[in-house]
């Protein structure tokens, strides 16, 4: 059985272990920018981004640990469906304020087009993730729409993405690589998206999908 094998148990230890550590570090990380931050600077956005992350994310990954961790069996379907509700919502709030921050860090005049291409995906990813045919309290939600709730999602993260790329090679900065960290994360994340659930295996690329978001967060931290 699942719950008496070795193999299985060191892994949720270490899935364990892992989330907690990112948790905590995006936390510390989001608590220290506040504390030395005025309100409205951009260390204040920044700690708001990092709170949203945070959230976001305990959201969906307390619940994990605590099915993890539970012996008496429950089903945790409905908890973990939340959960992930949730945090589809605050990820994109998350990149909105990316978006935000990097445009006051660089000085950047976005234009209407760009703009819109931002926020109409943010809208359109939040309007698909409110859908009742997402099912996201069923054990087996539909792949599909895992599919069609990302897709904007992609956009407005590549979007963003190629902004922070563009605007650190032509100046560089405290941001300069986290261009790097977005595309690592989408790389990690869109194989969990389409494969996860005929290979569970692939959702381990969570990890460093985790480590790349932890990164974004620490880049903040030199922010004056």
């Known amino acids: 059985m699942e719950q008496t094998n070795p193999k299985r148990k060191i892994m949720r230890t270490v899935e364990t272990i892992f989330d907690l550590l990112y948790l905590s570090t995006v936390f510390i990380a989001a608590m220290l ?4 931050a005025e309100v409205g ?57 990316l978006w935000e921050i990097g445009k006051v860090y660089y000085t950047f005049n976005a234009n209407r087009l760009l703009s819109i291409i931002i926020y ?5 990813r939040i309007f698909l993730c409110v859908l009742p045919q997402n099912r996201w309290l069923d054990e087996t ?13 992609f956009i407005l993260g590549m979007t963003v993405m190629l902004f922070y790329m563009i605007a650190a090679f032509k ?28 290979n569970p295996k692939v959702g381990m690329l969570m990890l460093p999908k985790s480590c790349a978001y932890a990164a974004i967060v620490l880049m903040g931290v030199s922010l004056t």
């Open 33 to 36: 920018l506040y504390m030395t």
């Open 41 to 97: 600077s951009l260390r204040w956005q920044y700690a708001l981004m990092a709170f949203i992350l945070g959230i976001g994310d305990a959201s969906h990954l307390i619940p994990r640990i605590y099915a993890m961790v539970d012996k008496n069996d429950h089903n945790h379907t409905a908890l973990l469906g939340i959960g992930k509700f949730i945090a589809s919502i605050t990820m994109t709030l998350f990149y909105i304020f």
């Open 120 to 124: 109409g995906s943010a809208l359109l």
């Open 141 to 153: 939600p539909p792949l599909i729409w895992g599919i069609i709730r990302n897709v904007p999602f």
């Open 171 to 198: 100046y560089g900065g405290s941001l300069s690589l986290l261009w790097l960290a977005i595309l690592i994360s989408f790389v990690c994340y869109l194989p969990v998206v389409l494969f996860s659930k005929t």
